[in-house]
């Protein structure tokens, strides 16, 4: 079947600090992938996306690139701010067919 | 333009009552998505509709819970008898096209506690 795998949170980091949250999933066919970001109090938005391998999605200096081989989908931030704090879900969506959602990684950047 | 909206944002029910929670997708849109998202969860897909037709609805729980969406837009998630672990926050999504590459825009959510 289809799911998603992101690695455990909470996240803490400092300011300015570079950030990784690893994403891998399993899927039938060519899936699109997705970052959705959920800032505290919000609903779910689109963060950026990726729909064939080697596509690299870019939004809000974060970026992630869709890696057919390692079947990844890993976010990176040069530098975070405050401002990020929020929970990161990584998802996929094969053809036709809903999508699946990882559990989400809960990031927090102290100043 | 309009976002996805959803009412009510909250709703508290005692177990045993019936429940209707509505979703209104952004116009125009194809695909309606209705997920659960439990507390520090991610989203768990329940049922999506291509304009009226209710296409998969594999992620339903139960037969105590039945959405439908009669003229292809406004959409209702119907929990009959509900019980305390349905409480969890009910996300709609809408998307304009089928087509897997188009992301699917969420509404804020209706957080229902059963007591």
């Not at chain 1, 809000?60 to 530098?79: D, P």
């Not at chain 2, 304009?51 to 339903?60: C, I, P, R, V």
């Amino acid at each position: 079947g289809n799911s998603v795998t992101q690695m455990e949170g909470p996240v803490t980091l400092s300011e300015e600090a570079f950030l990784t949250i690893n994403c891998t999933y399993t899927a039938t066919g060519y899936p699109s992938l997705f970052w959705y970001v959920q800032y505290p109090g919000e609903g779910l938005q689109l963060l950026l996306k990726a729909t064939k391998a080697d596509d690299k999605g870019s939004n809000k200096g974060f970026e992630a690139t869709y890696r057919k081989e390692t079947t990844s989908f890993h976010l990176e931030k040069g530098s975070v701010q405050v401002s990020d704090s929020a929970v990161y879900f990584c998802a996929l969506r094969p053809q036709s067919q809903n999508f699946v959602f990882g559990p989400g990684t809960r990031l927090s950047v102290l100043p | 333009g309009a976002g996805v909206s959803q009412s009510p944002r909250y709703k508290v029910a005692k177990r045993g009552q019936d429940v209707a929670l509505r979703c209104d997708p952004i116009s125009g849109h194809v695909s309606l998505f209705w997920y659960q998202q439990a507390l520090g969860q991610g989203p768990e897909f329940l049922t999506y509709f291509q304009n009226e037709a209710q296409l998969d609805k594999s992620g339903l729980p139960s037969d105590r819970f039945f959405a439908e969406r009669p003229e292809g837009s406004v959409s209702t998630l119907k929990i009959q008898r509900t019980q305390q672990e349905d409480s969890a926050v009910y996300l709609c999504a809408s998307s304009p096209q089928v087509d897997s590459s188009y992301e699917q825009y969420f509404g804020p959510g209706t957080r229902l506690t059963v007591t």
